[in-house]
Every structure is written in structure tokens, then in C-alpha cells.
């Protein structure tokens, strides 16, 4: 068994049940890094562990310890590693990346293979399946879908707390900018234009 599989059956077991960060999210990240290391030329062992790593410690939205995921993420992913064949420089490469992947973090990884897995992991935030997170998300912490007086934030400072549209203003509109890389970016822009597009519709709807 590879070792990329067998780190895939322990993270399987531990990722919680939120369909926002579950283990289909994991997967998802991971096939969009594969895709990229082949395109940045990386170190694809390192960037796939990093993937299947990155959110081992998740917890929700909700509480105030949510801001530290990444970095329980990178101290659990430490531990893990050190039963299957890493160098100790490995294994730093692939708990930096996961520490400072995270959007509120506010951090730009430092290797490359940090920087794939930041993009890898934002280009799930977008598209129709970030539309389907967003709202998965908003619907497990009962906000409503938008403020009524204005529901897209033209007179108003973004609230992703209170409303869940709010949260493409406040964050997803501004991912496309933030990516790292040639090939997250060329993406990020493709999935950002269904992003605006549902925007567009929803504005014709409500």
C-alpha cells in the first residue's frame, strides 16, 4: 500500500461528519493539488500528504477555537507522519504548509508546496460546489440566506456571522486575487465567473 493511501485511511477515520470539512472536502482538495503539482512541477509526495492533513482538526464555524484548526491541524499531522517515511525536514515542509494554508491565518506559505496547498484548498471554497459549502455552512448555524435591506453589501460592511450571502463579499469575491499560483489562479477564475454568475441570478430572483 502506498504510503499516500494509508495516511488516507487514518485521516477517513478522523475527519468529523460536517459536510462543509468533511472527508469528500479532503478529497476534493486533494485531487485539485494533484492536478497543480504536475502543472508547478512540486513535490508531489509532500504536497498530497500536506492535502490529505490539512484539516485533521476542524472545528466548526461556531466556536471561538475555529481560527485554530490549521495550526491543531499541523501539530496532529507532526505525529501521524512520523510513522510512515518522512525526513524530519519533510515533515516541517508539510506542517508549515498546513499551519498557514488557512484563510484566517492572513499568511502566504512559504515553500512552494505550501503555496499549492492554500490554492488547492480555496479553489474548493469556489464554484458550484463553494456555492453548495456555503450554504451547507449557513444552514448549519440556522443563519439566514441574506439581509433583507441589502441583501449583495452595497451600503453595508460584509457580516458572514449574521448572513450567509454575506460571506462571498466578505470572503470568496476576494480569493481569485489571493492565489499563489499560475494554475490556481487560471482556475480560481473560472470558478469565481459561477460565482458572480449565481449572483446575478439571485439578484433577479429575490
Known sequence: MKVTDSIKNEVKEIM???????????????????????LEKAN?????????????????????????????????SEQILKN????????????????????????????????ILQDADRLDALGAIGIARVFATGGSLKRPFYNIDDPFCKTRTPDD????????????????????????????KKRTAVLKEFLKQLKQEI
Not at 515542509?93 to 499568511?107: E, G, L, V, W, Y
Request: proline share 3%; with cysteine.
Open 44 to 76: 508531489e509526495k509532500l504536497v498530497l500528504a500536506s492535502a490529505l492533513l490539512h484539516d485533521i482538526a476542524s472545528y466548526p464555524k461556531s466556536d471561538k477555537r475555529s481560527k485554530l484548526s490549521s495550526i491543531q491541524s499541523a501539530k496532529k
Open 16 to 38: 468529523v461528519e460536517d459536510p462543509a470539512h468533511d472527508f469528500e472536502h479532503v478529497m476534493r482538495v486533494y485531487k485539485n493539488a494533484q492536478k497543480m503539482c504536475k
Open 161 to 188: 456571522k449574521i448572513w450567509t450571502v454575506d460571506h462571498f463579499f466578505q470572503k470568496l469575491l476576494k480569493l481569485e486575487s489571493l492565489m499563489n499560483t499560475k494554475s490556481g489562479k487560471a482556475e480560481a
Open 84 to 115: 510512515f517515511d518522512f525526513s524530519k525536514e519533510e515533515i516541517r515542509i508539510i506542517s508549515d504548509a498546513i499551519r498557514d494554508h488557512s484563510f484566517s491565518q492572513n499568511k502566504t506559505p512559504a515553500s512552494l508546496e505550501g503555496k
